[in-house]
């Protein structure tokens, strides 16, 4: 679907320069898009290097696999394919927190952090296995306690009461997110791929 | 409450930053060593992502350059107005899935032109604040790890935005 959704936004937009006389526009976009990729990826290094390396203090001091067997019980259910004490469940705690939180900055080297932990698992290294496709579902609707930057915009413009949209927020995230978790577990059900199996991952590397 | 939530918001990092350390030192871990030792990690993970951004955001950039953007809004506006939404919101909702800085900034608009307290500006911030950039958290998240088929992946998180969409602007128009 990533491949249909890419090719049809290029193959249309080119059209569309074409009848709107935007050629030249859409050339420089093509451009700028690439240089704000490269932005965003150079913005995420900082971010990415402190908290990988404070992730790595916790997990030496053995702080995400407690974390982990703590949370099991309660996560388990979303992802029954990955074994109960396994070192992702920290991380998928961790970066389920700092969503709740509004930490942005914090969740994204997190919820890498998980998807690199879920990837040990994976026997097909370039396909997502379900735990991935949840939690990335759980990432896409990511529930908010405080929408921090909301409020302080609308604070900006003199609302009289600038946090009034933390309740209707609260509610369409929890929405939002039980409607991820519902599609995921219909396509989990019905997906056909084969199930995780040990021992495939050796044969697929070697290829 | 809410104030309660910004203060743990607020010391929620730093108290991380101290304590992690502190107990690894406890746990005697050479805590600087093991900082550095996985901060390595970060550059390469970081440029690990780029070319899978920078073909979504090539494309997005063009999309709303052409102004195919713009024509897809205006081409289901109509519907929306009909079921008592202010028009004005409905290209968020198109927006916020693909772009996070674009949603940003149509949203702020919105609040500007509207003004903080109007309905539009609530149901703006409601969307903004209820969803994440589906696009981007898909293409860095997957892309991280080098995986290249998203299978249903996608499906989810624009069903997900779509209904996120939906409840925010009922929830808007029964609260406020």
Same mark, same amino acid.
């Given at each position: 679907?990533?491949?249909?959704?890419?090719?049809?936004?290029?193959?249309?937009?080119?059209?569309?320069?074409?009848?709107?006389?935007?050629?030249?526009?859409?050339?420089?976009?093509?451009?700028?898009?690439?240089?704000?990729?490269?932005?965003?990826?150079?913005? @995420?290094?900082?971010?990415?290097?402190?908290?990988?390396?404070?992730?790595?203090?916790?997990?030496?001091?053995?702080?995400?696999?407690?974390?982990?067997? @703590?949370?099991?019980?309660?996560?388990?259910? @979303?992802?029954?394919?990955?074994?109960?004490?396994?070192?992702?469940?920290?991380?998928?705690?961790?970066?389920?927190?700092?969503?709740?939180?509004?930490?942005?900055?914090?969740?994204?080297?997190?919820?890498?952090?998980?998807?690199?932990?879920?990837?040990?698992?994976?026997?097909?290294?370039?396909?997502?296995?379900?735990?991935?496709?949840?939690?990335?579902?759980?990432?896409?609707?990511?529930?908010?306690?405080?929408?921090?930057?909301?409020?302080?915009?609308?604070?900006?413009?003199?609302?009289?009461?600038?946090?009034?949209?933390?309740?209707?927020?609260?509610?369409?995230?929890?929405?939002?997110?039980?409607?991820?978790?519902?599609?995921?577990?219909?396509?989990?059900?019905?997906?056909?791929?084969?199930?995780?199996?040990?021992?495939?991952?050796?044969?697929?590397?070697?290829? | 409450?809410?104030?309660?939530?910004?203060?743990?918001?607020?010391?929620?990092?730093?108290?991380?930053?101290?304590?992690?350390?502190?107990?690894?030192?406890?746990?005697?871990?050479?805590?600087?060593?093991?900082?550095?030792?996985?901060?390595?990690?970060?550059?390469?993970?970081?440029?690990?992502?780029?070319?899978?951004?920078?073909?979504?955001?090539?494309?997005?950039?063009?999309?709303?350059?052409?102004?195919?953007?713009?024509?897809?809004?205006?081409?289901?506006?109509?519907?929306?107005?009909?079921?008592?939404?202010?028009?004005?919101?409905?290209?968020?909702?198109?927006?916020?899935? +693909?772009?996070? %800085?674009?949603?940003?900034?149509?949203?702020?608009?919105? +609040?500007?032109?509207?003004?903080?307290?109007?309905?539009?500006?609530? +149901?703006?911030?409601?969307?903004?604040?209820?969803?994440?950039?589906?696009?981007?958290?898909?293409?860095?998240?997957?892309?991280?790890?080098?995986?290249?088929?998203?299978?249903?992946?996608?499906?989810?998180?624009?069903?997900?935005?779509?209904?996120?969409?939906?409840?925010?602007? %009922?929830?808007?128009?029964?609260?406020?």
């Amino acid at each position: 679907m990533v491949n249909w959704i890419w090719l049809g936004m290029m193959v249309i937009s080119v059209a569309f320069a074409a009848v709107n006389g935007r050629v030249q526009e859409v050339t420089e976009a093509a451009f700028g898009g690439a240089q704000t990729g490269v932005t965003v990826c150079i913005g @995420l290094i900082s971010i990415l290097v402190f908290w990988l390396g404070l992730m790595r203090v916790a997990e030496q001091a053995g702080l995400v696999s407690k974390l982990a067997r @703590l949370v099991a019980p309660l996560v388990r259910k @979303l992802f029954p394919d990955v074994p109960a004490d396994h070192p992702a469940f920290g991380f998928i705690l961790t970066n389920m927190s700092a969503n709740l939180l509004g930490l942005g900055n914090a969740a994204t080297p997190m919820g890498i952090r998980a998807m690199q932990e879920l990837q040990k698992l994976n026997p097909n290294p370039d396909t997502a296995t379900p735990a991935m496709c949840t939690l990335l579902a759980l990432n896409t609707a990511s529930i908010t306690l405080i929408p921090t930057t909301m409020i302080a915009i609308r604070m900006n413009f003199g609302s009289a009461h600038p946090t009034d949209i933390v309740a209707s927020t609260l509610l369409a995230t929890i929405v939002a997110t039980g409607a991820a978790i519902a599609a995921d577990r219909w396509y989990r059900s019905r997906d056909r791929l084969p199930p995780l199996q040990a021992g495939k991952a050796a044969d697929t590397k070697g290829g | 409450m809410i104030a309660f939530l910004h203060q743990v918001s607020a010391w929620a990092v730093p108290m991380m930053i101290v304590l992690i350390p502190l107990y690894a030192a406890f746990r005697k871990v050479p805590v600087y060593e093991s900082f550095v030792d996985g901060a390595k990690e970060g550059f390469g993970t970081a440029v690990g992502i780029i070319p899978h951004l920078v073909g979504m955001m090539t494309a997005i950039s063009m999309f709303r350059a052409s102004g195919a953007m713009d024509a897809l809004v205006q081409a289901v506006r109509p519907l929306f107005e009909k079921f008592g939404v202010p028009g004005d919101v409905l290209p968020l909702g198109l927006l916020r899935p +693909i772009t996070g %800085a674009g949603s940003l900034a149509y949203a702020t608009d919105l +609040i500007k032109t509207h003004g903080a307290d109007s309905l539009a500006a609530r +149901i703006a911030a409601t969307i903004q604040g209820s969803t994440d950039t589906t696009l981007y958290v898909l293409t860095v998240y997957f892309g991280a790890v080098g995986i290249r088929n998203a299978r249903y992946a996608l499906k989810v998180g624009l069903f997900s935005d779509a209904v996120g969409f939906f409840a925010a602007v %009922a929830v808007c128009l029964l609260l406020f």
